[in-house]
């Protein structure tokens, strides 16, 4: 029975073929604490025994309500039916392959009824594996102590939100069918709007099926979400120079630039993938060798009118490239040139050839839209990685040996493929200074070539 004496909070659960785990679910939510709730359970248009564990409750509570959808119709579209369907000041979603702790309502109700300026309030969660067994439990850093929030979205269930505060940004995006948690929480989260509670409130379950080991499909959606945060932001258009620094040969790889993959060579494609890009203004080529230069001096008059070419000092073979030194010099000669401020710097590597445009305008939109100093493009490691210390070698993400992704433990590999900056900012300060941000790709985007092995493997598997 719905009380009007206490605050009511909207709990919804979405099935799609998680029969096996519904039960539980559901049921963690008639053991809560706090007792005033209504409950919208919806059967995704499952070919499982959903319907079947639905139809067992629909005589136990007036306050359980069903839904089944005849087609598969996703999260952020349900999401918005029962947004507007609420009866409730609060709303949190809880996946049908999870369960609540007993208290976990109670505490979050707390905490948002004693602070009327938090919009959000979110806790800790247990991994689970498949058979509800506990396997480690996601402890978030203080959330207070974070440069940008922006940058650190928490889980998209079992976190709850004034229903009024959903209303007022629009809801849920239809558009994207995956990472509903980011683009909520791109629209709402600021410093004094949200509550990490640090106690464990729910159960996180892992299993082949779930949504979160689709890597391509949540990068894919995720980038889609800043790129419509974007428009609407309608801000001016920035003033961005791509830099491509070429070197020749290195010590035992030679003639690099013109090694080809496809029907292109890597030269052509990092120019390419920069001329391509919505957002960069002009491309800057700087190398010490004559031979680039030459066959770009050839082309500039066709395929690249874009070009500016700046000559650079002989250099040792097997010397690295200082990129700040780079940079500055490269848009000291541009902004004498061509008397125009810049805003941003695209550093881009001749030696990844599968990033493309897109991945550049995605790492503009996300420094636009998380107004931060720098976004790099990384992988996440999944591998158990270890460093030495005082006392021994220890593991860095020993989660990882469980498969489990802790937040404390992730691991952000920097993979050379787009290192994006404020030119103010790089100007005045180290590389990777300030607030920063980062570009997530998959494996198969960031593979660089920095050997013959590489070029040779990288050969072989286009040819499969």
């Avoid at 009511?8 to 539980?24: D, E, P």
């Avoid at 248009?45 to 309500?65: G, L, P, R």
Wanted: charged fraction near 30%; charge should be positive.
């Amino acid at each position: 029975m719905i009380s009007k004496d206490k605050p009511l909070v909207t709990i919804y659960i979405v099935s799609k073929n998680y029969g096996r785990f519904l039960n539980q679910s559901i049921k963690s939510v008639l053991d809560q604490t706090y007792k005033n709730w209504e409950l919208f359970v919806v059967d995704d248009n499952s070919d499982d025994e959903t319907a079947k564990i639905m139809n067992k409750y629909k005589n136990y509570k007036d306050n359980i309500k069903f839904i089944f959808n005849s087609k598969n119709i996703g999260l952020q579209r349900t999401a918005n039916t029962i947004l507007s369907k609420s009866l409730g000041k609060y709303f949190i979603r809880l996946d049908a392959d999870d369960w609540l702790e007993k208290n976990a309502i109670e505490l979050m109700i707390n905490i948002l009824e004693k602070k009327n300026n938090l919009e959000i309030v979110f806790g800790n969660y247990n991994f689970t594996n498949e058979y509800g067994e506990k396997i480690g439990t996601d402890k978030k850093y203080d959330y207070k102590e974070r440069t940008n929030l922006k940058h650190f979205p928490v889980h998209g269930a079992c976190t709850m939100f004034r229903v009024k505060t959903l209303k007022k940004v629009g809801g849920y995006n239809e558009k994207f069918k995956a990472q509903d948690g980011w683009e909520i929480w791109q629209k709402i989260a600021e410093k004094n709007k949200i509550f990490h509670i640090k106690k464990t409130l729910f159960n996180y379950r892992q299993h082949n099926n779930s949504l979160s080991v689709n890597k391509s499909k949540i990068l894919k959606y995720r980038n889609l979400i800043f790129k419509d945060l974007f428009k609407k932001l309608k801000k001016n258009k920035l003033n961005c120079l791509a830099i491509i620094p070429v070197k020749e040969n290195y010590s035992n790889f030679f003639n690099v630039p013109f090694l080809k993959i496809g029907k292109k060579n890597l030269l052509d494609k990092a120019i390419g993938c920069a001329f391509n890009s919505n957002k960069v203004n002009k491309i800057a080529i700087t190398t010490s060798s004559k031979k680039v230069i030459n066959y770009l001096n050839k082309k500039k008059n066709k395929s690249h009118k874009n070009l500016f070419l700046v000559k650079r000092n002989e250099e040792k073979k097997n010397k690295y490239a200082d990129i700040r030194k780079i940079i500055l010099d490269v848009s000291k000669r541009y902004e004498k040139k061509y008397k125009k401020k810049i805003d941003l710097i695209v550093y881009l590597s001749i030696h990844a050839p599968f990033r493309t445009s897109y991945h550049i305008d995605e790492a503009i939109n996300v420094l636009q839209v998380n107004n931060c100093d720098t976004v790099f493009s990384v992988n996440i490691e999944y591998d158990p990685i270890f460093k030495f210390s005082k006392k021994g070698i220890n593991v860095l993400n020993p989660g990882r040996f469980d498969e489990l992704n802790f937040e404390r433990e992730t691991l952000l590999k920097y993979n050379g493929s787009i290192l994006l900056t404020k030119y103010r900012k790089i100007k005045k300060s180290k590389l990777f200074a300030g607030d920063l941000g980062y570009l997530e790709m998959t494996n198969e985007e960031s593979q660089q070539i920095k050997s013959y092995d590489d070029y040779i493997r990288i050969k072989n598997l286009l040819k499969k």
